[in-house]
Each structure stands twice: as C-alpha cells, then as structure tokens.
C-alpha cells in the first residue's frame, strides 16, 4: 500500500513551517523589501503614529518648550484568517505527480513514496504567492482567487481613500484624452490614436452608459475603472483586447452594452518621460533621499520607460538591445508584479506594513489521505493564513493613478 506523510501541524518547529513561512513572506514584494514585515500580529496591533514640527529658538538659560503639540495618530493592522482547500483523487494524482519515480510497468501497483508536503510546494505554492501578492496591494474586491467573506482593502485601495496622501490623477491632456463611444465589440472611438500603441494599457473612467465587461461572463462588471491592453484600429479607433487582471489567464475581452462618452488614461512610451519628469518633481525631498524610498511602477509602465529610453538613444549602439537601467535620475523604479494598471507609488518602505502571525495556530498546513476514514480515494489538502496590511504616515505617500 502506497506511504503517505500525514501532517496536522502548526508552524512552531514542523516540517511544513517553511512551506506557510513561504506562502505568506514570499510574495515578490515582501522578497524585494518593499514591506516592512511585523510577525506574531494574533488580534488588532496598534502602530502608533508620532508626528511633529522643529521650532529653532532663541539662546535661553531657562527650558521653554517650544509650544508645539505632538501628534499621535493611531493606524492598524486587523489580521484576516483566509484558507486554501483543495482535493485530489489519489490515483490520478499517482499517475501524473508520481510517474517519474516509479519503474515501468503498471505503476508498481501504485505502490510509491509519497510526500504530499512536497507536492503542495512545487503544485501550489507559487499560486498562493502570487494570490497574496495582489491581495496586500489590490485587496479581495481586485483579488480573483479572494472568495472568503472578511473584508480585506489592500494598500492601494486604501492609500486612494486617505485624504492625507499626496495624490495625482492622469488627467492632463498627454496622459489621457475623450472617448465618444463604446461598442459592444470593445472598439474604442477618439479623436486621435497617433500617441497610442498596439499593446499599450489604458485605464477606463468617466463611462456614460451601459458597457459591462462579461470576460468572466454576464451579467458581468463595469468597464468603469477596469484596465486594458489595446491594439490599434484606425487613425480614430482601437480595440480593448484583454482586461489587465486576466494578464495570466489569458482571456480575451468580451462586452456588452454601449457607452457614449469615457475618459481613456494612459501611461504609454509617448508620455512616460514627461510622467516621471513630473512626479521626480512633486516628490518630497525628505522622504526622496531616504535610503529605503522606491517609486513602483506597473510592468507595463515599466517596459514604456525601457521603450522610451531606445527611443531617444540617438546614435546609440545596441539601443534596443541592451537591457535598459530601471531608474530615474538615481531614484530606483520598481516594476511590480501582479499591480494595478497605471498607478505609480512613491513610498519608503518603513511606512508600508505587512502583518503575519507566523507561530499561530490560525496558520497551518495539513494533508488528509481520506480512504483510511471514509473509503473516499481522495487526498485532501488545506492551509490557513493570516494576514494584514496598512501604512503608517499618510502625509509621506506619494500616488499617481487614473
């Protein structure tokens, strides 16, 4: 009979801490130290926000308090407990995970070593990844794989409803123009299409009408607010080919309905040197000069700017060859995976918090072989995780969207 590695475990000291440690720690953000990580966060944590002005006074023998009152302002970390369930049947699992180590014939009666650790791992750790990657930023509502019913913002979303965070939208006339209609094949009417491209990304706000993105089908979502990937159509046209939270599926957009009027914004290779230009000058230059400021950028952004520096590389060899410098003036740009379509964030990463609880027992990873008990050929496969976010000092935060 076929071996199994049964675990019900938590984190302290098992062997499946590495595996929930990765799920949680190892979204590409928190691997790149763009969040400040705050473990054992088992209820609400209070992060204390302390803030105050400098007076320079006159020479004095006797202390004068400067007069100036301390503010203290208090953000939170509210961990939300979410889970992954999945189910195998056990023979079809042999065959497809555990072929390569068993010797021909037939499947040595499916009679195999068999670590079910391992196959979570190198199966759906990667997934889990990516899911709590766009979880921290996007939030469940912008999150496909969030089906649980706690509520979850995300940075972005969050830091866009703080009234305290310095914010620029893309509405100047060379990052974004008038659309006058929206047909139900997703043909984008305007006025002019010379500063787009095929593959560029446009953000769709302002919509008059009824359109409705049934990519996932209908009766679907609002085209209000949703990102694109577009290909050109006419001197006065393009298409919106795939929305861009189904970059990884692939999926092509369908709609329906009809709209009359929308603002289409842009970040593009015609514009992003302009874009950079003027947020490198509305960056504060405290928080600018820190060690641990980054601006991130959405990859798409990110390949315009590679773009736009080929562009301008007159009598440059190898100019779009060469891999190209991700930074700005010495400010380093960071390209965010998985992130919200023309959106750019200015941010020290000691002012962006991601909370874990990392030895809880609301964190834990167990395997199940089901025939023992129920007679079911089934394996079946659980974790459970914790996790917060929030940022500290709203007045330091830097936001660029549509």
């Keep these: 009979m076929a071996q199994f590695t049964f675990t019900n475990n938590t ?36 992060i204390l926000d302390v803030d105050d002005d400098v007076v320079l006074q006159n020479p ?28 195998e049947q056990w023979d079809k699992l042999a065959q497809s995970w555990e072929a390569q180590a068993l010797k021909p014939g037939a499947f040595m009666d499916y009679e195999g070593i068999v670590d079910l650790s391992d196959f979570m791992v190198q199966r759906y750790l990667t997934k889990i990844q990516i899911a709590n990657e766009r979880l921290y930023w996007l ?3 912008a999150t496909k794989e969030a089906a649980f019913t706690a509520d979850f913002a995300g940075l972005l979303p969050t830091i866009a409803a703080s009234s305290g965070v310095y914010k620029v ?10 659309a006058t209609a929206i047909d139900t094949s997703g043909i984008v009417t305007v006025a002019d299409t010379a500063s787009l491209r095929d593959g560029d990304v446009v953000t769709i706000t302002g919509v008059t009408g009824s359109s409705k993105d049934s990519t996932n089908g209908v009766p679907g979502i609002n085209v209000q607010g949703q990102s694109y990937f577009i290909k050109v ?25 009809t709209s009359t009027a929308a603002t289409v914004s842009y970040i593009n290779a015609s514009n992003v040197l302009g874009v950079l230009a003027g947020i490198y000058a509305q960056l504060d230059p405290a928080d600018r000069s820190q060690s641990d400021f980054n601006l991130q950028i959405p990859l798409h952004v990110g390949y315009a700017y590679a773009q736009a520096q080929a562009d301008r590389a007159v009598n440059v060899l190898n100019a779009f060859a060469d891999p190209k410098k991700m930074d700005y003036l010495g400010l380093p740009l960071q390209l965010m995976n998985h992130w919200q379509a023309n959106t750019i964030l200015g941010a020290r990463s000691s002012n962006l918090f991601l909370g ?9 990873l167990s395997t199940v072989y089901m025939k023992p008990y129920t007679n079911d050929n089934v394996v079946r496969m659980k974790a459970r995780m914790k996790a917060a976010v929030n940022y500290k000092f709203a007045n330091e935060l830097f936001y660029l969207s549509a």
């Excluded at 499946?16 to 473990?39: C, H, P, Q, Y």
């Excluded at 861009?244 to 092509?252: G, M």
């Design 60 to 87: 004095s023998g006797l202390f004068t308090d400067q007069g100036t009152t301390a503010q203290q302002i208090e953000s939170y970390l509210d961990p939300v407990v979410y889970e992954f369930m999945k189910q």
């Design 11 to 46: 984190y302290a000291g098992e062997a499946l801490a590495g595996f929930m440690a990765s799920t949680l720690l190892e979204a590409d953000s928190v691997k790149r130290g763009l969040l400040t990580v705050i473990n054992d966060v088992k209820s609400r944590k209070i």
């Design 169 to 178: 939208d893309l509405g100047k006339s060379a990052t974004s123009m008038a």
């Design 356 to 364: 874990v609880d990392l030895l809880g027992d609301a964190s834990e």
């Design 139 to 141: 939030g469940k509502s």
């Design 233 to 257: 159509a006419s001197a006065t046209s393009f298409k919106l080919v795939r929305n861009f939270n189904e970059v990884n599926s692939r999926k092509p957009a369908t709609f329906t309905g």
